[in-house]
């Protein structure tokens, strides 16, 4: 509810889609709205390079500045994977040593083979 209220705050519109039909849904429901909106672009959060690789230029530098390169293990929650992949990806080319852990919701566990489920 905090989000919302944050976004309305901002001035957004907000479109809250049927929850049974989990991220899917909303991604359709996303690209219906830029489809019928002249001059819209989607961003694609899952299928954009630039995801993970925003976070390898500015997410991974600055925890390994802000520890002095004193980074054992990223631990991580996943979404889209772009804070993960590109984070550790910068980590361990720091340090090769360095574990990278994802972290998923059991109802969700999509990258343990299960299917995506509300979270």
Same mark, same amino acid.
């Given at each position: ?47 954009? $390079? ?10 991974? $530098? ?14 991580? #929650?996943?979404?889209?994977g772009g804070t993960v992949t590109g984070? #550790? ?27 995506? #489920? $509300?979270?």
């Amino acid at each position: 509810m905090e989000r919302r209220v944050l976004l309305m705050a901002f001035g957004c519109d907000l479109v809250l889609t049927d929850p049974a039909k989990g991220m899917k849904g909303a991604v359709e429901k996303a690209k219906e709205i830029t489809a019928a909106t002249p001059g819209a672009y989607m961003l694609q959060q899952f299928e954009n $390079p630039a995801n993970p690789d925003v976070h390898r230029k500015t997410t991974g $530098p600055e925890i390994w500045s802000d520890t002095a390169g004193q980074v054992d293990f990223l631990v991580a #929650g996943v979404g889209t994977g772009g804070t993960v992949t590109g984070t #550790g990806e910068y980590l361990k080319a720091q340090n090769p040593a360095v574990k990278v852990i994802a972290v998923e919701p059991a109802e969700s566990a999509v990258l343990s083979g299960g299917k995506p #489920g $509300p979270h």
